[in-house]
């Protein structure tokens, strides 16, 4: 019976979906899906999978003769057609597809097609997706009730099936509607009140100007595209810390509200950073395809996630953008769709020169990343840029007037001025004493300074200073004279092995000759160190300065030699955990007691930041800066020693306006320095200088390269625009040119999907054979033809749409509709659709009066249930924000992939583990306990019941308020009825429990300024109904 | 036990009665690649049209996954002879081209790092099990040891992913969506899939909730969340200051609110809407009625062990399995940390063992002497297995192991798996396979069929392709059933 009546319905639905008795049998609409779906696996693209050479993906193979000399399809005659033949085989031996393969033979209803076609001509075309836009002539139907081009559509597909549109929708549905499909927030019943008292053409769409010139418009629209782009605040995979890509997600929602037209939304993201000079906003676009997740696990292979990485990119920007799976042809040539595996690594090759690495930081953001102030920070920038400038150029002019004064007058007083500035740590040895473990060392002049001699045994315990990790930028600095080649300069590092095995901590090391640099943990795979090319003279007095600036890369060290920067090498660059330690600051120092230092070491520095080559020329010059004074005014000072010289006369020695002017530039470059580091940064797209070659991967798989290939477009779509580069600028500019069969029919469809709750293509994120075909495809030609010619202007498009007498349509199932088309793929009236998990979220915030406005800004944390990080992660703890921000709209969420916010998934959000385009919505009790028990609910509802009590008099009229701002409508009054019942009961329950009456009203952070508490709670509990609606919870 | 009276039935009936649209629209949905069941019938769901495929011998599954990578040497698979090269460098000719984990490429040497513990041979079956395993080793002849399964995988993110949902990168529905998906399921007051962790001394890695997410399927398919405390479902507690009763006079207001807006509207939604608050309703009971252990025995306690009174605890959860498989439960999944013993394993491993030895066995005890263990498939193992080289420094009583892909042993037992069996052979050190390799598709692929599930036939179009748990592999492991 069951069966019965499925298979009843598929032929209902399909009949539907496709072919009428009196049409011609279209190739694209009604044979393709066929022919892909049942023979394409082994007469399909797949070069490697095809069993004969016999291939239906193909015109040209499909009706060549066979090796048996007979033809597989003879156009108009079906009877001499073996296809034919064999598909409407009775015996299960002869017939395609194979019974043995586990194939069901085709349907009735698909052989007669099939047949008709072949009677018909059998005409080929190219799948409909993959031919060029045209924009096709609206249809001269529905005149009367058209109100645009989308009508036209509409109505003619209707007038062939014999179905009326719906009438129109009353003024507050409408306004409810547009409101929430526009900005994702109700309409306020004063808006309410207004369109309803003057519902005209006019009044609409001063509406629908409103609801796109509001900032909310953006809010809204960025959400479903940060579920595409798989944005989210933590890295994802086993650690899942955080990182920090909300500058991004704020570029998104600028984007929408600024109108970008969708063809620069897109070059900016796929390639801002390619363009001519970009903007920090270009840089930052580019985010889009470092929003992937990135593998910080210890024992991961860096090789094999950065091929993940790049293949992620392909996906998400083919789905995205082309509405294409070119995922399958990672491992083997697409089933389906014109796809070698080899033009999936030539499309990879475009996302393969991202100078990334495989294993990504643990905590925070992993090159390349481009800091990406916010506009307050520039603002603060410029000030203190425009300071600097006037104070450079009063320190300059200062200058030039005590230049006399410097050759003639400058008499240092003690001679033992030091470079200062941000120095956390300093042993002299002068007087030479300190607190030495080990034997005492001797004392000795090293040059012109007192010097501590280490005998291989003892080393100097500075204590608990210059506590620095990883995210700290630091120099070390040091006069050595060293009488073995290994030993421990100095170091914060927890003993361990001896070098140069790894300890826990950073340091600045003598390893056979060579100057190292090291911060690191004590993990073997977890570490930065950089060593000198060069050794260094063993025996010989030399000054050794180390700086490291913070980044976690080696990018970030400088070594310097006696004041020269050496050459590098990098022997590992692969920081991942937090490298403090506990263990003292030590000179002469290293982990294991091998290590420690032979030799002198006088004047040992720790500045906690990089000094500059500038910085270092001071510090490495030994003489004293009398003698250097005395040879100054005697002509005969070398140019090695003038920085000293010029540093110490402007800081103390020179004449006080000079001084003066200096100190104000060192504040002001400070605290330049400390607002750079304070900007958030972003990863953002950024090619290796030299490339990357491209491989194919057999199957796949990473360590698996084939022949190396170049970055190209697959043949079966448009060429790369002529005077395009070949890189991903290029690629982007291909996928917005007229001729791309793709990019704008994809864009339109998700809009037509984000209003109607489905795309004209159901399978929105697959345009390919196997994707479902356009239930109007003149309408989506229209559309994105539309679109294009219009300069890519989304918030044109969506006006169009929602000014569509097909949009205004009422969403009530009318009995006919009922049985003739029940999953509304005619569009006879307006979808019903639940709201999306954020808008349910928002819309509670917004009707109980709690939502905070602010824009953009670093992800917040409103309430989630205690534990749930703790349960399935160490040390993790959730706490949740206060005051505005537990108040955000749900976009701002702080979203941690592998243990997302629970209400959200509960109301199918994506994942964002990886792209998502279109999620079911499901009705399930999980909703039903989430938005009757959550307090974010229970406290929302309580908010609403103030709002209620406050606004009016009556209990009717309080009631009604509440409805009318959750519904935009005014209750029925039979629903009155039932609420007015719902509250009276509650009132007299709390009435007489007022301790109940207490507990529910302390849910939440927010107060419960209302005297009576039991009427109080009785609201609350009214309000929640009317949060609880499914009304409420859904777009009608 | 028996569900509660249903106060919805009526509408139920009317809904059903009128439900050629229902099947119509299920119909349609599939033919656009979606699965529309969840707007035309609440919980429980029927099965899929022509599953199960057979009648296969289990009706459900309880899955003991261990987190981590429990150390096959240590634990299943004795290899005496490395006693005699304990400490001395593992033979080239052994390890291969075999790839390491980034915490040991590093490493100078590979010593092999025999094991530590006493193995005893137990049971009729005469298995052999270390002695941190006491209580196992007394339900050998119910289980089936398969010491030769092997993953692609060797690091734990796309480990446990791929034995979760059979695919290393995240997006795909783990096993126990699948089954919901196509099993359907029986109790309607409580999920068709509910998972539970825990972890003992040893923290261990994290976990993820897509290990039990629906990745493209609809996400009523995903795993419930069972947790210890007042809220064992998220949410599931009404506020303070609402009892039970308050709820029954706000679903009846609710109900009749939402069934003027449906007679307005006609949307099937709204009565489905209707039905899952009904079913929220039901959840309020049944599922505190079934984590409220203080019906159980005190023998039932002590045979689950000294932590089974604790909630939260794995010893717990085992019992909480038992209570969900005598509920109809279609899968169950425990997922317990701490088994990733990079270091310090001779002690880390008998704390590991401490926790969950006892109550494992007491879950097949348990089930066993309530008939249901014939008709419940009993999974235990981790993600990978552990090197024999010692990660780290290696003393005379202290050693630690790295992540092995290439063999390690799981077990299975109850739901038609012939007990009392061990499957498959490593090298002498447990290194590679030598006898019936068994891939991780494998074993989907016959945890299915004892569910009667034909895994090449439950499939799911997304993105143009009908997917498949086992994607296009998987052999059903006959041998290992019973006919």
Not at chain 1, 24 to 45: A, K, Q
Not at chain 1, 959 to 984: K, Q
């Amino acid at each position: 019976m069951a069966s019965m009546r499925l298979v009843l319905w598929v032929i209902v639905a399909f009949t539907l979906a496709s072919v009428r008795a009196e049409d011609t049998v279209d190739f694209n609409r009604d044979i393709r899906p066929i022919l892909s779906e049942n023979c394409y696996t082994c007469h399909g693209p797949d070069d490697n999978s095809r069993v004969s050479t016999l291939r239906f993906d193909d015109e040209t193979s499909a009706k060549a003769a066979l090796p048996n000399g007979r033809f597989a399809i003879v156009p108009g005659a079906p009877g001499d057609s073996a296809m034919y033949a064999r598909v409407a085989s009775a015996n299960p031996a002869t017939r395609m597809p194979p019974a043995y393969a586990g194939h069901d033979p085709l349907s009735a209803e698909q052989i007669e097609l099939v047949r008709r076609w072949i009677a018909e001509g059998a005409a080929w075309s190219t799948h409909w997706s993959f031919t060029r836009i045209e924009r096709p002539a609206p249809p001269d139907a529905g005149s009367r009730w058209a109100r645009n081009a989308i009508d036209r559509f509409i109505a003619h597909r209707l007038d062939v099936e014999g179905l009326a549109p719906s009438p129109e929708a009353s003024a507050a549905t409408l306004l409810r509607r547009v409101s929430l499909d526009l900005t994702g927030l109700p309409p306020t019943p004063e808006d309410v009140a207004a369109f309803v008292a003057n519902p005209s053409d006019e009044a609409y769409a001063r509406h629908i100007e409103r609801l796109l010139v509001s900032p909310r418009y953006g809010e809204h629209m960025a959400t479903p595209w940060l579920d595409a782009a798989r944005y989210a605040d933590s890295n994802g995979y086993q650690n899942d810390k955080p990182r920090f890509m909300w500058r991004w997600r704020d570029w998104v929602i600028n984007a929408f509200n600024e109108n970008k037209p969708y063809d620069e939304f897109l070059v900016e993201q796929i390639a801002g950073d390619l363009l001519r000079n970009p903007t920090i906003d270009q840089l930052v676009a580019t985010g889009f395809n470092r929003n992937h997740r990135g593998n910080a696990e210890n024992g991961a292979d860096p090789r094999e996630y950065h091929v993940e990485y790049v293949v992620d990119r392909v996906e998400t920007t083919s789905t995205v953008f082309l509405g294409l799976t070119m995922g399958c042809a990672r491992c083997h040539d697409h089933k389906y769709d014109p796809l070698s595996q080899k033009e999936f690594y030539q499309f990879y090759a475009y996302f393969n020169q991202v100078a990334d690495r495989g294993r990504y930081f643990k905590y925070g953001n992993t090159p390349p990343l481009v800091k990406a102030p916010t506009e307050e920070q520039m603002a603060l920038l410029a000030g203190i840029d425009a300071r600097l400038e006037h104070a450079r150029g009063e320190l300059a002019r200062e200058e030039r007037a005590a230049r006399e004064d410097l050759r003639h007058g400058m008499m240092p007083d003690d001679g033992k001025w030091i470079y200062d500035r941000r120095l956390r740590f300093r042993a002299s040895f002068d007087p030479p004493n300190g607190v030495f473990e080990g034997s005492q060392p001797t004392f000795a002049n090293l040059g012109q300074n007192s010097a501590a001699v280490f005998d291989g045994q003892t080393y100097f315990d500075a204590g608990d200073v210059a506590d620095f990790g990883y995210y700290d930028a630091f120099t070390l600095s040091a006069w050595i004279k060293p009488e073995a080649v290994t030993g421990g300069i100095i170091a914060r590092v927890t003993p361990g092995n001896a070098l140069p095995d790894t300890a826990k901590g950073y340091g600045l090391y003598l390893i056979d000759g060579r100057i190292h640099m090291r911060v690191e943990t004590s993990s073997i795979s977890d570490r930065m160190r950089v060593r000198t090319r060069a050794p260094i003279e063993i025996g010989r007095e030399t000054h050794v300065a180390g700086t490291y600036d913070g980044t976690r890369t080696t990018n970030g060290f400088h070594i310097y030699v006696d004041g020269i920067e050496q050459p590098l090498e990098v022997l590992i660059d692969d920081s991942l955990n937090a490298t403090r330690t506990s263990a003292p600051l030590r000179i002469g120092y290293g982990p294991a007691a091998d290590d420690r230092f032979r030799g002198a070491i006088a004047d040992a520095r720790v500045y906690d930041r990089a000094l500059s080559q500038d910085e270092v020329d001071v510090i490495s010059y030994g003489w004293p800066l009398l003698s250097i004074a005395v040879d100054y005014q005697h002509d005969r000072a070398s140019d090695a020693s003038l920085p000293k010289l010029r540093a110490a006369w402007r800081d103390r020695y020179g004449p006080e306006p000079l001084r003066r002017a200096h100190h104000t530039v060192s504040r002001l470059e400070l605290a330049r320095e400390r607002l750079l580091g304070s900007f958030p940064t972003v990863m953002v797209m950024r090619d290796l200088p030299e490339g990357r070659t491209t491989h194919r991967l057999n199957r796949g798989a990473f360590d698996a390269p084939a022949e190396a290939v170049i970055a190209g477009v697959p043949a079966a779509l448009p060429r790369l625009p002529d005077d395009a580069p070949n890189d991903r600028l290029g690629l982007a500019r291909w996928m917005i040119s007229r001729d791309h069969p793709l990019t704008a029919r994809v864009a339109v469809n998700r809009l037509w999907q984000q209003i109607f709750g489905r795309g004209i293509v159901a399978t929105s994120e697959d345009f390919g054979a196997q994707g479902s075909p356009p239930t109007h495809p003149e309408l989506l030609d229209w559309l994105a033809a539309e679109y294009m010619d219009s300069g890519w202007d989304t918030k044109a498009l969506l006006k169009t749409i929602v000014t569509s007498a097909t949009y205004r349509q009422e969403s009530r199932i009318r009995p006919e509709l009922r049985e003739h088309d029940p999953e509304n793929l005619l569009l006879a009236r307006a979808p019903r659709v639940r709201l999306a998990a954020q808008a349910i979220r928002d819309q509670a915030l917004a009707v109980s009066g709690l939502l905070t406005d602010k824009i953009g800004g670093p992800s917040v944390r409103p309430y989630q249930p205690d534990g749930l990080w703790k349960e399935l992660a160490n040390a993790e703890t959730y706490t949740h924000d206060m005051d505005e921000d537990l108040y955000r709209r749900s976009l701002y969420t702080y979203w941690k992939r592998t243990i997302a916010p629970p209400s959200m998934l509960t109301f199918d959000a994506a994942g964002r583990e990886t792209c998502v385009v279109r999620q079911p919505r499901t009705n399930t009790p999980l909703q039903a306990l989430n938005l009757m028990n959550d307090p974010t609910y229970v406290e929302a509802a309580r908010a609403l019941a103030i709002r209620m009590l406050d606004s009016r008099a009556s209990p009717d009229d309080r009631l009604d308020y509440g409805f009318l701002l959750a519904t935009a409508r005014r209750p029925t009054d039979s629903e009155r009825r039932i609420l007015s019942e719902a509250l009276s009961l509650a009132h007299s329950r709390y009435s007489a429990s007022p301790k109940e009456a207490d507990a529910f009203l302390r849910v939440g952070e927010y107060g419960s300024s209302w005297p009576d508490k039991a009427e109080l709670a009785a609201y609350a509990t009214a309000a929640s109904l009317i949060l609880n609606l499914d009304e409420t919870i859904t777009k009608e | 036990m028996k569900p509660l009276l249903d106060p919805l039935d009526y509408t139920r009936r009317r809904f059903f009665a009128r439900s050629a649209l229902g099947a119509g629209t299920a119909a349609l949905a599939h033919l656009l690649g979606n699965d529309l069941r969840a707007a035309s019938a609440g919980h429980p769901h029927p099965p899929l049209p022509g599953l199960p495929h057979f009648a296969g011998k289990a009706k459900r599954v309880i899955y003991l996954f261990q987190s981590g990578g429990p150390a096959q040497h240590d634990l299943f698979d004795p290899k005496p002879g490395l006693a005699k090269l304990d400490g001395s460098e593992m033979p080239d000719s052994v390890r291969g081209n075999q790839r390491l984990t980034g915490m040991t490429a590093a490493q100078a040497s590979f010593p092999v790092a025999a094991s530590r513990m006493q193995f005893r041979q137990h049971g009729q079956s005469g298995a052999w099990l270390s002695d941190v395993l006491p209580h196992t080793a007394k339900v050998v002849d119910d289980i089936c040891f398969i010491k030769s399964l092997h993953t692609d995988a060797i690091n734990h993110d796309p480990a446990i992913t791929f034995l979760q949902t059979g695919f290393q990168l995240a997006g795909r529905p783990s096993l126990g969506a699948w089954l919901a998906y196509g099993l359907g399921s029986v109790n309607e007051n409580l999920p068709a899939y509910v998972v539970m962790v825990s972890r003992g001394k040893n923290a261990g890695q994290p976990l993820y909730s897509r290990l039990w997410g629906s990745g493209w399927l609809p996400t009523r398919y995903q795993g419930i969340k069972f947790r210890a405390g007042a809220d064992p479902v998220l949410y599931l507690s009404n506020p303070p200051g609402v009892n039970s009763e308050d709820r029954r006079h706000f679903l009846d207001a609710l109900s009749a609110m939402n069934t003027l807006r449906h007679e307005e509207y006609g949307d099937p939604e709204i009565e489905t809407r209707i039905a899952q608050y009904e079913m929220a309703y039901r959840m309020q009971s049944s599922v505190p009625e079934l984590t409220d252990l203080s019906g159980e025995s005190d023998a039932t306690f002590e045979m689950y062990g000294p932590d089974a009174r604790k909630p939260g605890t794995y010893a717990a959860n085992c019992i909480l399995a038992r209570r969900l498989a005598e509920r109809g439960v279609r899968s169950i999944q425990l997922f317990h940390r701490g088994w990733d013993m990079h270091n310090n394993l001779p002690k880390r491993l008998g704390e590991q063992c401490a926790d969950t030895d006892q109550p494992t066995a007491a879950l097949l005890k348990d089930l066993k002497q309530r008939g249901l263990l014939d008709e419940t498939l009993i999974v235990w193992g981790g993600e990978f297995g552990r090197t024999v080289y010692c990660q780290g420094k290696m003393t005379p009583d202290n050693y630690g192991r790295d992540h092995h892909p290439r063999c390690f042993t799981v077990w299975m037992a109850g739901g038609g798996v012939k007990g009392g069996i061990s499957h498959g052979q490593t090298d002498d050190f447990s290194y590679n396979i030598v006898e019936n390799p068994v891939s991780v598709h494998d074993l989907h692929a016959t945890m299915l069929h004892c569910l009667g599930v034909d895994h090449t036939k439950l499939t799911y179009k997304y993105q143009g392709r009908n997917f498949r748990l086992t994607d296009v592999h998987g052999v059903v492991q006959k041998q290992l059933l019973v006919a």
